[in-house]
């Protein structure tokens, strides 16, 4: 469990490093970037491109990452490992996702998958297109969903 919430100065130098180094026997991670305002697309990409290929339970909060965008949910969506159980993504108010990050991200979901949680909560660029595209890649036998786009 990595918390690195509120640290405004982390940004893609420093995510990217860690993306750089995380064990490659790693099954399970928490990691939380909430509020860290420098983290853009750059970096995230670089971390997902680090994530273990064994890793079953991945819980990502980039929660008021202003500078992720769909371009960052796009790289993540490519790099997810395939045999994930469990996948928790929090991009709250990151701002600059709309329904092309969406659309990606729905490309990336394995019959693998047990349980879906995702946040999506003051995107604005999100629209019923995006929705529909997304809702379209859950696998059907996903016993386990939860979805959050709510503005309040």
């Known amino acids: ?20 180094h995380l ?23 670089t971390l997902a491109a680090g994530l273990p290929r064994e890793l079953e339970r991945l819980r990502l909060c980039c929660s008021g990452c202003l500078n992720v965008g769909d371009g960052g949910l796009a790289a993540l969506s490519a790099e997810l490992p395939r045999g994930l159980h469990r996948l928790q993504l929090d991009f709250k108010r990151c701002e600059q996702i709309g329904d092309n990050g969406l659309a990606a991200l729905a490309t990336s979901f394995t019959p693998s998958l047990q349980t879906l949680c995702l946040d999506f909560g003051f995107c604005w660029g999100i629209t019923d297109l995006g929705l529909a595209v997304l809702i379209r890649g859950v696998p059907q036998e996903l016993p386990h969903l939860r979805l959050s786009f709510a503005q309040a």
């Open 23 to 45: 064990p490659a026997s790693m099954r399970d991670a928490t990691l939380n970037f909430s509020g860290c305002s420098n983290l853009g697309n750059r970096g995230l990409a």
């Open 1 to 20: 469990h990595l918390d690195f919430s509120g640290c405004a100065r982390i940004g893609d130098a420093g995510v990217a490093a860690l993306g750089d």
